[in-house]
Nanobody
């Protein structure tokens, strides 16, 4: 059984930083993608960042580009999201997601491209 477990969320002041972790178990992800989404109250789940094991590419939403960095530790089967210069509009529940197989570049952003999801971790940024 595949499980994705997020951690690292919390309350931080604007301008601060947090690092989220997503530990995967039950499967080693080596040829698909692992990414992060977020969902604020009353809004749809939106794409944040993705790491593609096929070619080692990363891709970011425009809203986080230059502030967030996604990385992975293959040995730990874990993906991280380093979030810097946080702003109140970054407040959301952050979800880790992973695909079973290869996902083309044009399909990174839809949630439907991902097969596995974590339970989410709350990030709150105060002004």
């Amino acid at each position: 059984q595949v499980q994705l477990v997020e951690s690292g969320g919390g309350l931080v002041q604007a301008g601060g930083s947090l690092r989220l972790s997503c530990a995967a178990s039950g499967r080693t992800f080596t040829n698909g993608v692992m990414g992060w989404f977020r969902q604020a109250p009353g809004k749809e789940r939106e794409f944040v960042a993705v790491f593609s094991y096929s070619g080692g590419r990363t891709y970011y939403a425009d809203s986080v580009k230059g502030r967030f960095t996604i990385s992975r530790d293959n040995a730990k089967n874990t993906v991280y999201l380093q979030m810097n210069s946080l702003a109140p509009e970054d407040t959301a529940v952050y979800y880790c997601a992973a695909s079973k197989g290869v996902v083309g570049m044009g399909y990174y952003t839809p949630p439907s491209s991902y097969d596995y999801w974590g339970q989410g971790t709350q990030v709150t940024v105060s002004s």
